[in-house]
């Protein structure tokens, strides 16, 4: 895939079966591309920067947007979750990082007349967890940690309280080696 024609530069997919061309996208001018986590990051000739699937069998865009006002001949750059662009008059950097996860606290406290181990979910800089979030918090276990561990997940119902959730995991009267939890906000 790339830019191709004497005075168009039109976007195009090369097939290296038969010399023809896959398909034709729209014009880009003399723009620039990158294949990024699967998908083509196109800056075009006239500031904009595109992103569409890299399918060989057909054009489809996600989505664009004006990114500079002048011309843009250079190849874009991402770098640290920052997506660079430099034209012939300007600079221009975009947060293109996926937003992070929302860092959570887990607490656990033995409750021994229960035989029931009881956690607490807070949100670790100290905003409050609403019971509408509960559903996407999940408890993890293990029966070691480090490379090769597996995590499955704990069925439990959480709570409100103080802030934060509250789940309790019954623990049978015989326990055979130890277990291992993380908390995490759910995919």
């Known amino acids: 895939m790339g830019c191709s024609g004497q005075n168009s530069g039109r976007l195009r997919c090369l097939s290296l079966r038969d010399g023809g061309y896959a398909w034709e996208g729209p014009e880009v001018g003399l723009g620039a591309i990158l294949l990024v986590d699967g998908k083509l990051l196109i800056a075009t000739e006239g500031g904009e920067v595109v992103l569409a699937e890299a399918d060989p069998t057909t054009y489809r865009e996600i989505g664009r947007f004006r990114a500079l006002n002048g011309r843009v001949w250079n190849s874009p750059a991402i770098s640290d979750g920052v997506l660079y662009v430099r034209g012939t008059t300007e600079l221009a950097a975009f947060d293109v990082a996926p937003p992070r996860p929302r860092m959570l606290r887990l607490a656990a406290t033995w ?39 597996v995590w499955s997940p704990v069925e439990l119902v959480w709570t409100a309280a103080d802030g934060g959730l509250r789940g309790e995991v019954p623990v049978p009267p015989v326990v055979t080696g130890t277990r291992f939890f993380v908390v995490r906000a759910a995919d």
Do not use: C, K, S
């Not at 035989?115 to 999940?138: C, H, K, N």
């Open 111 to 149: 409750d021994p007349l229960g035989r029931a181990v009881r956690f607490t979910v807070t949100d670790a800089e100290g905003q409050p967890l609403l019971p509408t979030q509960a559903q996407a918090i999940q408890l993890l276990e293990a029966t070691h940690v480090g490379e090769g561990a």
